[in-house]
């Protein structure tokens, strides 16, 4: 059970988790974020949705410590934001240039980013308008997908008190304002709060034999 969950339960004046809302589902003038209780991982854009058709897409709306408690639960563990630039940064295809994980030489989108002034209008250049089915785009020089772009990821480096690091960029980012696509760029994000835009991928420790530890097996 998700702290949006457990949010939503609680029905206080803080509960929910935070949705974009892209040009064609707003006014131009209206805020493009909304704090929206019940919106959840089972449910990403608020009470009455659902996840049906969306099974290959990235997990939203969780917070530091839900990502945490399932990446334990699954065997692994959250990146350190140092692990994760590290790994970004082998994959780029062009290593001088930070931008090359969200586009090629010629400009042409290769990850899920915003193409346009954000957040007024997004051509979907990429081929996406939101997220994006996890692994439908090429992947990196070491072979991991979706590094750059479509969701932001957790890590487990702290930012300052009650936030930790997240990194990647998501479908949001754009040329004209953040340029977070790029793998030495970092946010920080409230340890508690969830919104639909932000993910998280685990890593697992493995021997010099290259075996897979377990968590019980690991040094403390």
Not at 3 to 10: G, L
Not at 166 to 189: E, H, M, T, V
Request: charged letters at 20%; one cysteine or more.
């Amino acid at each position: 059970v998700t702290d949006a969950e457990r949010s939503a339960e609680a029905e206080g004046p803080g509960a929910g988790s935070a949705v974009f809302h892209h040009p064609g589902e707003r006014m131009m003038a209206q805020n493009p974020w909304s704090l929206i209780p019940g919106a959840t991982w089972r449910t990403p854009t608020g009470p009455g949705s659902a996840i049906d058709g969306l099974e290959s897409h990235p997990v939203v709306h969780v917070s530091h410590a839900d990502a945490r408690a399932y990446a334990a639960w699954a065997g692994g563990r959250l990146p350190s934001e140092v692990e994760w630039e590290y790994a970004a940064s082998l994959g780029l295809t062009d290593p001088s240039e930070q931008a090359s994980g969200a586009y090629d030489e010629d400009g042409h989108p290769v990850a899920n980013t915003w193409q346009g002034p954000f957040p007024v209008a997004d051509t979907q250049a990429d081929g996406f308008g939101g997220l994006a089915p996890a692994g439908c785009y090429s992947p990196s020089r070491i072979g991991l997908y979706d590094m750059i772009g479509n969701a932001w990821e957790w890590t487990d480096t702290p930012f300052a008190p009650g936030q930790h690091t997240i990194k990647g960029g998501s479908y949001l980012c754009a040329d004209n304002f953040c340029r977070r696509y790029r793998p030495a760029a970092r946010q920080p994000q409230d340890s508690d709060f969830s919104s639909s835009h932000i993910g998280f991928r685990i890593v697992r420790d493995v021997d010099p034999s290259g075996s897979t530890t377990s968590p019980a097996e690991q040094p403390t």
